[in-house]
C-alpha cells in the first residue's frame, strides 16, 4: 500500500468503513511512514473536536425561507440561451465518451429513452395534481382555527417563511395578508387586530419585495396617525412605533422612509427617540423629499434647541436649495416667536 492509497483508507479507516483485511494493511503502512501517521492524527482530532460539537437539524422553516432566498436569488440570475445550453451538454458528453465510447453511446441512447418516459409520467402526475388542488382552494380557516383569532404570542415570527402579498379591502379597515409557513397562509382581519399587526410589523422588513414592504408601512403608518396601535410594547412587547423608526432609518426605498415619517410625525413632540430619528433623516436622508418631510414635521419642536441647531446645519450645507431655504424660514419664524 502505497502514500496514495493510504490518504483514502485513512479517513474510511477513522469512521469504521475499512474492511479488516485493508486495516491491516494500513497498519503496517503507518507503522514505517511518518508523514501518513500524522496526517491520521490530525484526521482523529478533526473527529473529536467535531464530535465535541454535535450538529444541529435546522428549524423546517429556516430551511423554507433559506431555499425561498436561494429561489429569489437564482430567478434574478438572466436565462442562458439554448445554444450555451447545448454547447455546454455537448462538453460533457464528449468528455463523458471518451474512455468508452461505444458502450457510453448505448447507454447514454437508452437513458433518454427511460428519462422522457420518467419525465412525462412525473410531469402528469404533477399536472394532475396542480389542478386538483386548483380546483379545491382552502383558507387557513378552513383547515384550522382562524388567526386572527389566536393570542398574539401563538403568531411566532420566527416560524414565517414570508409575506408574499398585502391588500386592503376597498372601503374598508380590513386588511389580507397573505404570508408562507411550510405551505402558503393567509390571515384578513381589521386593521386593529393584533395578529395582523404583528405580520405588517414582519412584513416592513421584508427585503425580497418593496411592494410589500411599502404597503405594510403605509398600513402601520395609518394605524398611528389614526392613534389606535401605536404606544410602545403593544402587542405583545413589540412596538409599531419602532417598526417605523427601523424603517425610516434603514429601509432602502425613499417612499417608504416617507410614508414611515408620517406615521411618527404625531410622537415627535413626546418621544425623543422618533425626534432623534427625524433630525437623523433631516441631516442624512439621500432623499431630498425625505429631508423636505422631516422638516414639515419638525413643527411642534422647531423651537427646541437641538432642532435648530440641525435647521442651522442644514441652511448652510444641504446641497438642495429648496431644503436650505425651507430651514430658513423655519428659523426666521423661531426667532421672531421668540
Not at 5 to 14: D, G, L, P, R, S
Not at 134 to 149: E, K
Amino acid at each position: 500500500m502505497n502514500c496514495a492509497e493510504v490518504h483514502q483508507k485513512v479517513a474510511m479507516a477513522a469512521y469504521g468503513e475499512l474492511a479488516d483485511d485493508q486495516t491491516h494493511l494500513l497498519e503496517r503502512h503507518l507503522a514505517g511512514c511518518e508523514a501518513c501517521r500524522e496526517e491520521q492524527q490530525q484526521l482523529l482530532a478533526v473527529k473529536t473536536l467535531a464530535a465535541a460539537y454535535p450538529v444541529t437539524i435546522p428549524d423546517a422553516n429556516l430551511v423554507a425561507r433559506s431555499r425561498r432566498r436561494l429561489e429569489e436569488a437564482l430567478d434574478a440570475l438572466p436565462p442562458k440561451r439554448w445554444y450555451d445550453r447545448v454547447a455546454e451538454w455537448m462538453t460533457r458528453t464528449a468528455s463523458g465518451l471518451q474512455s468508452a465510447p461505444v458502450a457510453a453511446c448505448l447507454l447514454l441512447v437508452a437513458g433518454a429513452g427511460l428519462g422522457s418516459v420518467a419525465g412525462f409520467e412525473f410531469a402528469d402526475r404533477h399536472a394532475a395534481g396542480l389542478v386538483a388542488t386548483a380546483g379545491t382552494p382552502q383558507r387557513i380557516a378552513d383547515r384550522a382555527s382562524d388567526p386572527a383569532q389566536l393570542d398574539p404570542a401563538q403568531l411566532d415570527p420566527a416560524q414565517i417563511a414570508s409575506i408574499s402579498q398585502i391588500v386592503r379591502q376597498p372601503n374598508s379597515n380590513v386588511v389580507e395578508v397573505r404570508y408562507n409557513q411550510v405551505e402558503p397562509r393567509q390571515l384578513v382581519a381589521p386593521l386593529d387586530n393584533p395578529n395582523l399587526q404583528r405580520l405588517l410589523m414582519l412584513a416592513s422588513q421584508n427585503a425580497a419585495s418593496q411592494g410589500v414592504r411599502d404597503n405594510s408601512v403605509e398600513l402601520l403608518a395609518l394605524e398611528c396617525r389614526a392613534g389606535h396601535g401605536c404606544p410602545r410594547g403593544d402587542v405583545q412587547g413589540v412596538s409599531i412605533r419602532d417598526a417605523l423608526l427601523v424603517a425610516l432609518r434603514y429601509d432602502r426605498s425613499a417612499t417608504v422612509r416617507q410614508k414611515a415619517l408620517e406615521g411618527l410625525e404625531p410622537f415627535v413632540s413626546e418621544d425623543m427617540a422618533v425626534r432623534d430619528a427625524v433630525l437623523e433623516s433631516l441631516m442624512n436622508d439621500p432623499d431630498a423629499h425625505v429631508r423636505s418631510a422631516a422638516i414639515g414635521i419638525l413643527g411642534p419642536v422647531e423651537a427646541d434647541t437641538s432642532v435648530r441647531q440641525v435647521l442651522s446645519t442644514v441652511a448652510s450645507s444641504d446641497d438642495d436649495s429648496h431644503i436650505r431655504t425651507a430651514s430658513r424660514m423655519v428659523l426666521r419664524r423661531v426667532s421672531e416667536v421668540q
